[in-house]
């Protein structure tokens, strides 16, 4: 009898120890996501993307809440998902993104309070997970609620990051149109529902991975993803990838 009630207790210690975990984390995703939503970017990053890149104000402006987008993301696939990482859908939000990394102390202080690390951009061909399915995972991080509250920023029936190309006019950017964005929504529910049938015959869940064909990069946790019809993309590794570059949490 005190052998069960020892084991009880060491059972029940272990459960509300994994309870106040979860918690803890819940909560600190919290925070991170409130801290991403009310960011203010260098004035210097707008500068460059106007002056270095051609956009106007209001366009440099709305790329910004695009990248804002990504990085709340990255933060949501730290949660989980069907990809180790987290594709960005975005040529424009890319090259915001690669100038934000250049003014190292700025996203240094950004990472550690967005993220507790930093998030690495990784070239796209030292990937190991298929466009289609790193941009799906995108998809599916901005399709999820709890992260953004107020809800995520859209353009017309698509979310920011994914509509932006378009939007822009960019001749060689990540162009996503009704049907290409439809398929996308269809490999997103494929691959979930995949990861739900794999859970439910083996209890711990893995990711098939193939080596990505694109030009861009992605990125990763630690110190520092793809889809459309263009032919790069990047990745993260938040928990996630795409081909012109991403980010993810391992």
Same mark, same amino acid.
């Given at each position: 009898?005190?052998?069960? !009630?020892?084991?009880?207790?060491?059972?029940?210690?272990?459960? #509300?120890?994994?309870?106040?975990?979860?918690?803890?984390?819940?909560?600190?995703?919290?925070?991170?996501?409130? &801290?991403?939503?009310?960011?203010?970017?260098?004035?210097?990053?707008?500068?460059?993307?106007?002056?270095?890149?051609?956009?106007?104000?209001?366009?440099?402006?709305?790329?910004?809440?695009?990248?804002?987008?990504?990085?709340?993301?990255?933060? +949501? @696939?730290?949660?989980?998902?069907?990809?180790?990482?987290?594709?960005?859908?975005?040529?424009? #939000?890319?090259?915001?993104?690669?100038?934000?990394?250049?003014?190292?102390?700025? =996203?240094?202080?950004?990472?550690?309070?967005?993220?507790?690390?930093?998030?690495?951009?990784?070239?796209?061909?030292?990937?190991?997970?298929?466009?289609?399915?790193? *941009?799906?995972?995108? !998809?599916?991080?901005?399709?999820?609620?709890?992260?953004?509250?107020?809800?995520?920023?859209?353009?017309?029936?698509?979310?920011?990051?994914? @509509? *932006?190309?378009?939007?822009?006019?960019?001749?060689?950017?990540?162009?996503?149109?009704?049907?290409?964005?439809?398929? !996308?929504?269809?490999?997103?529910?494929? =691959?979930?529902?995949?990861? +739900?049938?794999?859970?439910?015959?083996?209890?711990?869940? +893995?990711?098939?991975?193939?080596?990505?064909?694109?030009?861009?990069?992605?990125?990763? &946790?630690?110190?520092?993803?793809?889809?459309?019809?263009?032919?790069?993309?990047?990745? +993260?590794?938040?928990?996630?990838?795409?081909?012109?570059?991403?980010?993810?949490?391992?």
């Amino acid at each position: 009898m005190e052998i069960v !009630l020892i084991v009880l207790v060491i059972v029940g210690v272990i459960v #509300v120890t994994k309870v106040m975990k979860g918690n803890r984390g819940r909560a600190a995703r919290a925070q991170r996501a409130a &801290f991403i939503q009310r960011y203010s970017f260098p004035p210097e990053l707008r500068a460059k993307l106007q002056r270095d890149h051609g956009f106007d104000l209001e366009q440099s402006g709305l790329i910004l809440e695009g990248l804002r987008q990504y990085f709340l993301a990255c933060l +949501s @696939a730290q949660r989980g998902g069907f990809s180790k990482v987290v594709g960005m859908p975005s040529k424009a #939000v890319d090259a915001a993104w690669h100038e934000f990394i250049l003014m190292t102390r700025d =996203y240094e202080k950004f990472c550690e309070q967005a993220f507790g690390k930093y998030l690495h951009h990784t070239p796209a061909e030292q990937m190991k997970e298929s466009d289609d399915r790193a *941009m799906a995972n995108t !998809l599916h991080q901005v399709s999820s609620p709890g992260i953004s509250p107020a809800g995520w920023a859209m353009l017309g029936t698509m979310p920011l990051l994914f @509509a *932006m190309d378009r939007h822009l006019g960019m001749k060689e950017g990540l162009i996503y149109d009704d049907n290409a964005f439809g398929e !996308l929504q269809k490999s997103r529910d494929h =691959y979930l529902s995949s990861m +739900s049938s794999h859970s439910s015959s083996d209890s711990s869940s +893995s990711w098939s991975s193939s080596d990505s064909s694109s030009d861009s990069g992605s990125s990763w &946790f630690g110190g520092g993803d793809s889809g459309g019809s263009s032919d790069s993309g990047s990745s +993260s590794s938040c928990g996630s990838s795409s081909s012109c570059g991403g980010s993810s949490s391992e």
